[in-house]
């Protein structure tokens, strides 16, 4: 409970009685087996790059009728399956990188969304003031007796927002693409086509506590980039991180 002595760093949200900015993760592993996690290109880039393996080993393609993005219609990608939504895989009920020992495998890597979770903005402006708040359907049993951390937690999110918000610029971009192929009695391309066409575009955003990405990368200057064109390219995951 925040006391005299431990008063929140930032403003509260209405009704909210803990102080998000001193939030700290009890490595329950419970959010990497109730929540399936979307991931952006991005995301998929650095685990690509952390794993050195293919996309098909970690990302499964839901179609929307699995999955509720209310109000996010636009993160669907165009496949020649359908429109798909990108998520870490599951195995045994729990994300693929989460360990008998409920670690997550690939925390350095780990998606933006893991990164921010269960916080958020209430506001993703930068008009103040700016409230941090917890998610209400988070069901989340973190402890909030941490130093207060509203900065971090701010910029984690803020760099989350962006790349968000660049991944669906490309997806959009991808999406014309798919219809103009339509209009010229074309199919749909596949998912390997999809994350060549994303490793060129996608802005490398780090989302490492507000650490400034490192710009556009090319296929044939990376390790994922020639994963990406490899030929032994599964269309689905079989298996998705702690905080």
């Known amino acids: 409970m925040t006391t005299a002595a431990t008063a929140p760093s930032v403003p509260l949200s209405p009704g909210e009685e803990r102080d998000p900015s001193r939030f700290r993760c009890t490595q329950c592993g419970d959010c990497c087996r109730l929540h399936r996690v979307p991931v952006t ?22 179609a929307p009728d699995e999955i509720d993005m ?35 495998t690939v925390y350095a890597a780990r998606p933006a969304s893991c990164r921010t979770f269960p916080l958020e903005l ?17 069901a989340c049993p973190g402890e909030f007796d941490a130093a207060p951390d509203a900065d971090g937690f701010c910029a984690r999110l803020d760099a989350r927002q962006r790349e968000l918000e660049e991944h669906v610029l490309l997806v959009m971009d991808w999406n014309r693409r798919q219809r103009r192929r339509g209009f010229a009695g074309k199919r749909p391309e ?14 490398r955003s780090a989302v490492h506590g507000g650490e400034q990405g ?13 994963l990406a064109t490899g030929s032994t390219h599964r269309n ?3 298996g998705p991180a702690e905080r």
Do not use: K, Y
Request: charged residues 30%; hydrophobic residues 40%.
């Open 41 to 62: 290109a991005a995301d998929i880039v650095r685990l690509m790059e952390a794993r050195l393996e293919l996309e098909a080993t970690f990302v499964e393609w839901l």
């Open 70 to 104: 209310t109000g996010e219609p636009e993160s669907f990608v165009v496949l020649r399956e359908g429109r798909r939504l990108p998520v870490l895989a599951f195995r045994h009920g729990a994300c693929r990188f989460l360990d008998e020992g409920r670690r997550c």
């Open 122 to 138: 209430e506001s993703a402006t930068d008009t103040p003031p700016r409230r941090l708040t917890v998610l209400q359907d988070a």
């Open 190 to 203: 596949t998912v390997e086509a999809f994350l060549r066409f994303a490793i060129s575009r996608s802005p």
């Open 214 to 226: 490192r710009g556009p990368m090319e296929p044939a200057a990376t390790e994922c980039g020639r």
């Open 236 to 238: 689905a995951g079989n």
